[in-house]
């Protein structure tokens, strides 16, 4: 019988098709489809694919013949297909025309349980942004590691110590396929290593409209070693680092061209893959038969570096020894240019050549823009930076920031979303459409609707902690007694704390430690009792991040704490998801700055839980008193000032957080609570969103950066060439300008100025004259450019003029590049030169 429709009637191959795609959304009704399937397997991992690839076929085809199942199944194609197909932002703003794609570098994703090819956060900066790419329709193709291991798996021992295990990633349970060349055969592609050529072998997993594609080593005509290459995300030694950023960066960008993908932007998610730059400029040199320089002035324009590091040990670094063994011969032979220009690119002296190489460098010198993920980060960063832009002020340093957002879909908890939908239907804006905002969303609900949403949601989070506590008991070993009792004196009504990051010193996980006794009294109050859930990992050779982590395990286990502090092993996705989903409360504590930007305290917010953190990273911009609480006082402060963080967390927890949750009105209301958790709905859900993270990249960075990238290849790259030679001069003669007088007069309530200066060979052209003064106070830093009046042989006049409102004393007249042609300056050329 055919199906009324004439849609394809509905097959194991549509399941597969859903269950392949990252973007489909979570859901109720995909929760309800992969339970109806296999209950405990998507309940223990969340792996449609895996469930395919484990209930037989007849199985699946009975299924899909029940009524229920197939209008399920219906239903989701149905939307997938409308939300595929639905006119999208991008697409509306016309923009397609100015930008045809964006290459997405990253050396981890955190998409979803299936695809266990992350760490945290910055692949969860990665994972997010691509998914709402997709949502908005911005062409984007990621590029990354298929990690055999992934990162690390924790497990907790009895002894409170973690282990760190490597359970292998099975291609055939995870949501990727391979990817064939033209002819159909499994793509390879060759790279060389020094003295030896090895295989990289291509995959790919769909987001939505976009695709990321992936790069693995395991070939079998590799040496061992070259097959380790792709195997522990942040794992092995230096060197193996190294390996594993050619491999992404030189080999990724093959990897997108063999795909037969020319993209207009390369956006680097850190610095890990910063030798794409080369690869790209190589890739145009071959194509256009121009040098590097002419090559690298080509596409730099179009390559933006995302930093993600507070601190400057945060970059990687490798011995230059080192990196002239993998990339001597690539430099002289590829690229046609000496060891000594390639490590001059990863230095901030780049005469020094005891200096070590250092990606960042590599990326912000081989970038067309740079930026930093939060408000706060982008001060943080330019600070760092400045070395490379010698005598420029500081807030001159050519770093911009863009504060990162989560994607709502991912993160809402479904329960909570299916409630919304009931009574609004598609008109949720994190839905991926512009119907409506938060605040109309908020308007249409009471205070007691929200608050059962918000009680629901902790008593789901609880059912998930005692079955993920009674599992992680019954892996070590404990009595059946012990495991029945997991969890059991976690109460639904009490107020419960969320704790989950990386254990490392600088998150300062221990900060709530500081007094222990205190944090116990807190916690067993005989009237106002609060609960905590603990999660993260320590990296394997961070000693003192493990030394942290066993602490709250002895914490934990204290009998009079009595089972109201949990820790959860093995933070992952799926822990984060259950904790953001239920928390009433989720406390950060990191010390400034070194946040960079932090985004878990982002996904609590739809779901109605409110933060408590220390002003750095985000929370510097999103704090407001109305909408949650802050540690600190925007500052920066030793090691030894914890104990004063730690003073004002417990006051905030004991006179403000606890009684305000339990100030119930007489229906048993916390009306002040929810009232915070409109205020912080409100204010920051859109605004911390991945959407509209997305849109800001879209329109301050890859707009703009396609059109001067098209620009400079135009035609030959001739204004790659102009440029390269321009650059090349200006490098060569800047020594020689000299200012040989600066007069100011006064007059008409003007201040005017007369500059004479030596051009020696430079061209007024090359150049721009202007007159600089600090900011005061709030006020930003000045810049006045002067007109040339008269250039005779090697010497320039120029001239201006100024409200006289500040004084001839605080302008200091300045030589710098001229902007003419869209050079961006300091970013592609630091020369300046001052009047004195
Ligand atoms: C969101 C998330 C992170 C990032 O958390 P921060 O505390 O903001 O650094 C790390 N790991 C997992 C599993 C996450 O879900």
């Known amino acids: ?263 207009d932007v390369l956006h680097l998610n850190d610095g890990h893959a910063a030798f794409a730059v080369l690869e790209r400029a190589r890739s145009h040199m071959a194509r256009e038969r121009v040098s590097f320089a002419v090559a690298l002035n080509a596409t730099r324009a179009g390559n933006l570096f995302t930093t993600h590091t507070p601190v400057e040990a945060g970059f990687d670094r490798f011995p230059p020894e080192l990196v002239s063994q993998y990339l001597e011969r690539y430099a002289e032979y590829e690229l046609g240019i000496s060891m000594q220009t390639l490590l001059a690119m990863g230095r901030k002296q780049p005469q020094d050549t005891r200096e070590p190489f250092n990606m960042a460098y590599l990326a912000t010198r081989g970038a067309g823009a740079v930026n930093a993920v939060s408000q706060l980060h982008g001060h943080t960063s330019r600070y760092i930076f400045r070395e490379l832009y010698p005598r420029w002020p500081l807030e001159a340093v050519p770093v911009g920031h863009v504060t990162n957002g989560i994607h709502l879909p991912t993160w809402v908890s479904p329960d909570a979303e299916a409630h919304w939908y009931e009574l609004h239907g598609d008109e949720i804006p994190w839905r991926g459409t512009d119907a409506s905002s938060v605040d109309e969303l908020l308007a249409r609900v009471d205070d007691r609707w929200l608050w059962q949403i918000r009680q629901h949601a902790r008593n789901e989070l609880l059912g998930f902690v005692r079955s993920h506590l009674a599992r992680s008991l019954a892996v070590h070993g404990a009595s059946p007694a012990e495991i029945e009792v997991a969890g059991s004196r976690l109460h639904p009504e009490h107020l419960t704390l969320g704790f989950a990051r990386r254990f490392a010193s600088y998150k300062r996980p221990n900060l709530l430690l500081q007094d222990p006794e205190r944090l116990a009294r807190i916690l067993c109050h005989p009237t106002y009792p609060v609960q905590l859930l603990v999660a993260g990992k320590a990296h394997p050779a961070d000693r003192a991040g493990q030394a942290l982590l066993s602490d709250w395990q002895r914490f934990a286990a204290r009998p009079d704490i009595a089972g109201r502090v949990v820790f959860l092993e093995d933070y992952d996705m799926r822990i984060a998801r259950h904790m953001v989903q239920g928390v009433d409360v989720w406390l950060n504590t990191p010390r400034r700055p070194w946040e960079a930007s932090g985004t878990s305290g982002m996904k609590v917010l739809a779901n109605g839980g409110l933060n408590l953190s220390q002003l750095d990273g985000w929370w510097a911009e999103a704090y407001a008193a109305d909408l949650g609480w802050a540690v600190g006082d925007g500052l920066e402060h030793p090691a030894e000032h914890d104990a004063v963080d730690a003073e004002q967390l417990y006051a905030l927890l004991e006179t403000q957080v606890i009684p305000s949750f339990y100030a119930r009105d007489t229906e048993g209301l916390p009306t002040a609570w929810v009232q915070r958790m409109r205020r912080s709905m409100s204010a920051l859900v859109e605004r911390f969103s991945a959407d509209r993270t997305v849109r800001e990249y879209t329109e301050r960075y890859y707009l703009p950066m396609a059109t001067t990238f098209r620009r400079r290849c135009a035609e030959g790259s001739a204004l790659a060439s102009e440029l390269a030679h321009q650059l090349t001069c200006l490098r060569s003669y800047w020594h020689e300008l000299a200012f040989s007088g600066v007069q100011w007069t006064c007059e008409n309530g003007q201040l005017q100025v007369d500059v004479r200066l030596h051009l020696g060979h430079l061209e007024p052209r090359q150049i721009a004259v202007q007159l600089y003064a600090e900011g005061r106070g709030e006020a930003p830093a000045e810049v006045h450019p002067l007109t040339l009046v008269e250039h005779d042989g090697a010497f320039a006049s120029y001239h201006g003029h100024l409200p006289a409102d500040r004084s001839a004393t605080d302008y200091t007249a300045r030589v710098v590049p001229g902007s003419q042609l869209g050079l961006s300056v300091p970013l592609e050329l630091a020369l300046i030169h001052w009047q004195r």
């Open 1 to 263: 019988m055919a199906p009324a429709s004439d849609r394809p009637a509905l097959t194991p191959d549509t399941l597969r098709e859903l269950a392949f795609d990252q973007s489909i959304r979570w859901t109720s009704q995909n929760d309800d489809l992969w339970q109806l399937i296999d209950n405990d397997l998507w309940a223990l991992t969340r792996n449609p694919s895996l469930i395919l690839s484990t209930v037989p076929e007849q199985k699946l085809e009975a299924l899909l013949r029940r009524v229920d199942c197939h209008r399920l199944v219906d239903g989701i194609v149905k939307a997938r297909q409308a939300r595929l197909e639905q006119p999208t932002w991008f697409a509306s703003q016309q923009y397609g025309e100015r930008l045809a794609r964006v290459a997405y570098f990253s050396m981890e994703y955190m998409l979803s349980e299936a695809l266990p090819i992350y760490s945290g956060g910055l692949g969860n900066v990665a994972g997010d942004q691509l998914k709402a790419a997709s949502d908005l329709g911005v062409p984007v193709t990621a590029v990354g590691m298929l990690w055999q291991h992934g990162y690390f798996r924790q497990s907790i021992g009895p002894d409170g110590r973690q282990q760190a295990l490597y359970p292998v990633n099975d291609t055939r349970q995870m949501p990727i396929e391979p990817l064939h060349d033209a002819s159909g055969a499994p793509l390879r592609l060759a790279i060389q290593l020094p003295g030896l050529q090895i295989w990289l072998r291509g995959w790919q997993a769909r987001v939505g409209l976009n695709r990321l594609l992936l790069l693995d080593t395991n070939d079998p005509a590799n040496p061992p070693m070259a097959r380790l290459i792709a195997s522990e995300l942040y794992g092995g030694d230096n060197e193996m680092r190294l390996r594993q950023e050619l491999v992404l960066g030189i080999g990724g960008w093959r990897l997108l061209e063999a795909a037969g993908l020319q993209p």
